[in-house]
């Protein structure tokens, strides 16, 4: 998939999250956003989505090292950077370029695909891959003067038929699983940590999702 790229000084305007009126908390605004994620976690799709305002349904798994720029998003009242980077297949071979985005960001947006987690389509070299992954934040971020905060987000949350049935079960279940205990306890707990559950299926779903994760900080 071939990313829409926004130079720093172009602004994406994404201002159907929330309802237009919603007022988040001023925390957030100014603040600069690394996106992190293994291969098919949503990556692009997210990026894409602060970019047009639209999650594009037609997918096509990145293979190779793609650049994507620096935006600026502006929604609501808030005004956020997201860093530019790569978007690279696969997961471990990206912790030099994930190391460097850190460096350069307030909070990190870490993307799971949930139900590689605990779903149908559970997947041990997925888990072992995405725990080495929460190692490597975890030693990078370790050497920060000031604690940082990880967004979690467990994407692909509609895949699993659990979310549907029971939302609250599923959330204990999530919460409960390995790869989300070992990213409470690595980052500092739930106070720097916190953990999204959504889905990025469409422009709908993304809203949601995006809403959340503004909604997750309230300082």
């Known amino acids: 998939m071939v990313l829409p790229v926004l130079a720093w000084g172009a602004i994406a305007l994404v201002g159907a999250v929330a309802g237009g009126a919603y007022t988040y908390s001023k925390w957030w605004d100014g603040k600069s956003i690394a996106v992190?994620?293994?291969?098919?976690?949503?990556?692009?799709?997210?990026?894409?989505?602060?970019?047009?305002?639209?999650?594009?349904?037609?997918?096509?798994?990145?293979?190779?090292?793609?650049?994507?720029?620096?935006?600026?998003?502006?929604?609501?009242?808030?005004?956020?950077?997201?860093?530019?980077?790569?978007?690279?297949?696969?997961?471990?071979?990206?912790?030099?370029?994930?190391?460097?985005?850190?460096?350069?960001?307030?909070?990190?947006?870490?993307?799971?695909?949930?139900?590689?987690?605990?779903?149908?389509?559970?997947?041990e070299q997925y888990i072992n891959n995405t725990l080495n992954d929460i190692e490597a934040i975890a030693n990078k971020v370790s050497n920060r003067k000031e604690k940082m905060h990880i967004i979690i987000l467990a994407t692909h949350a509609d895949k699993c038929s659990a979310f549907h049935k029971d939302k609250q079960a599923f959330e204990k279940k999530v919460a409960r699983s390995q790869v989300i205990e070992t990213a409470e306890i690595a980052f500092g707990g739930?106070?720097?940590?916190?953990?999204?559950?959504?889905?990025?299926?469409?422009?709908?779903?993304?809203?949601?999702?995006?809403?959340?994760?503004?909604?997750?900080?309230?300082?």
């Open 36 to 123: 992190l994620g293994g291969r098919g976690t949503g990556k692009t799709t997210l990026l894409n989505y602060f970019a047009t305002e639209e999650v594009i349904t037609t997918y096509e798994q990145t293979d190779t090292k793609q650049r994507y720029s620096g935006m600026t998003v502006k929604i609501n009242n808030l005004t956020l950077k997201i860093k530019g980077g790569y978007d690279i297949g696969g997961s471990s071979i990206n912790h030099g370029t994930w190391r460097e985005q850190i460096d350069n960001s307030d909070i990190v947006f870490y993307i799971v695909d949930i139900s590689r987690v605990i779903g149908q389509a559970k997947d």
């Open 190 to 219: 739930t106070n720097y940590c916190k953990v999204i559950i959504g889905s990025l299926k469409d422009t709908t779903e993304a809203e949601k999702l995006v809403k959340n994760i503004l909604s997750s900080i309230n300082n």
